[in-house]
């Protein structure tokens, strides 16, 4: 089994900062992919931010210059740092993680629990 644990969402202030952290544990030969999405009520899930094992970071265009992802393979874990939040960045934010497993050696998608995150104006 392969899992993803969120932590670093909350209520801040428009133009403030958080940083989301998401750690991928269990039977785990390799990572790929790892990245965020969000999904704000009554909209579709979103990709916000993605960062491959062979170093391409990709960005939504809303997030280009507040928003930072990186990752620490010897931790499995990928962050984000989300400054200058804006209302609009207010949703429940999922990791996940394209994750090569050691019961099929396959790779499969794998998503957290989710975190809110909530900037007010």
């Known amino acids: 089994q392969v899992q993803l644990v969120e932590s670093g969402g909350g209520l801040v202030q428009a133009g403030g900062s958080l940083r989301l952290s998401c750690t991928v544990s269990?039977?785990?030969?390799?990572?790929?992919?790892m990245g965020w999405y969000r999904q704000a009520p009554g909209n579709q899930r979103e990709l916000v931010a993605v960062t491959t094992s062979g170093g391409i970071i990709n960005y939504v265009d809303s997030v280009k210059g507040r928003f930072t992802i990186s990752r620490d393979n010897a931790k499995n874990t990928v962050y984000l740092q989300m400054n200058s939040l804006k209302p609009e960045d207010t949703a429940v934010y999922y990791c996940?993680?394209?994750?090569?497993?050691?019961?099929?050696?396959?790779?499969?998608?794998?998503w957290g629990q989710g975190t809110q995150v909530t900037v007010s104006s």
């Open positions: 269990g039977s785990i030969s390799s990572i790929n992919a």
């Open positions: 996940h993680a394209v994750v090569r497993d050691t019961r099929t050696y396959s790779y499969n998608d794998y």
